[in-house]
């Protein structure tokens, strides 16, 4: 079945070490987006790409890192710089244009100690 | 203000009562998305409207494009509904979500 995948689903670091989350796609979908949740917020966009080797930054890209080196993997790299990493993630993807569904993964919890 | 707000923020309903979350938003749509996200923090996706209605088992999504309105309703609900239900605006794949409502069904 299609699908996207997001792992792992729960996460611990020590404060000041980078840490990397993954999420992959086998829906042949170009767009794929990551969002940050805090308790009691919506949702966040961090970064998203419309396609491979192409990304751009969204409204909380600060302290963040992504890649995009094959459509079907979009991993983001919380980094040391990051002030407030403790969050929940989730990756979505979609087709590139016009009104399509989008997927979203599990998530992934994200505990820095 | 927020571009989607939803309402009420958190709900506490008895088994077998009828839900209704709100979701009202500012910005233009492509969509209307209606997410489940459970206690573990998983989403899963309920439905995706751009016009008039959509039911699935005992969810029924409507969306009003010219109010920018949409509501989620659960009929017959159930201890097992128990989630944060969070709304999206789509425009063209720019999504804006709404805080949440945090749904709890008592048995």
């Known amino acids: 079945d299609g699908g996207i995948t997001q792992s792992p689903k729960y996460l611990f670091r020590k404060e000041g070490q980078n840490v990397t989350l993954s999420c992959e796609q086998n829906?042949?979908?170009?767009?794929m987006y990551w969002y940050r949740q805090d308790p009691g917020q919506g949702l966040r966009l961090i970064y998203y790409?419309?396609?491979?080797?192409?990304?751009q930054k969204g409204d909380i890209a600060e302290g963040y890192s992504v890649s995009r080196e094959k459509k079907e993997s979009f991993p983001l790299t919380v980094t040391s710089a990051q002030k407030n990493p403790t969050a929940f993630y989730l990756c979505?993807?979609?087709?590139?244009?016009?009104?399509?569904?989008?997927?979203f993964g599990q998530g992934t919890r994200l505990t820095v100690v | 203000k927020n571009e989607v707000e939803q309402s009420p923020q958190n709900l506490t309903a008895q088994e077998g009562e009828f839900i209704t979350i709100n979701c009202s938003y500012s910005v233009g749509i492509s969509a209307l998305h209606w997410l489940q996200q459970h206690p573990g923090g998983g989403i899963v996706s309920l439905f995706m409207l751009s016009s008039g209605k959509k039911k699935h088992g005992r969810l029924i999504a409507t969306i009003n494009i010219q109010e920018k309105h949409s509501s989620l309703h659960i009929t017959a609900s159930h201890p097992r509904d128990s989630a944060v239900y969070i709304c999206a605006a789509d425009n063209n794949n720019d999504m804006r979500f709404g805080a949440g409502t945090r749904l709890t069904v008592k048995p």
């Open positions: 790409s419309q396609i491979v080797n192409d990304f």
């Open positions: 979505a993807s979609s087709k590139r244009t016009g009104v399509t569904e989008a997927f």
């Open positions: 829906l042949n979908h170009d767009a």
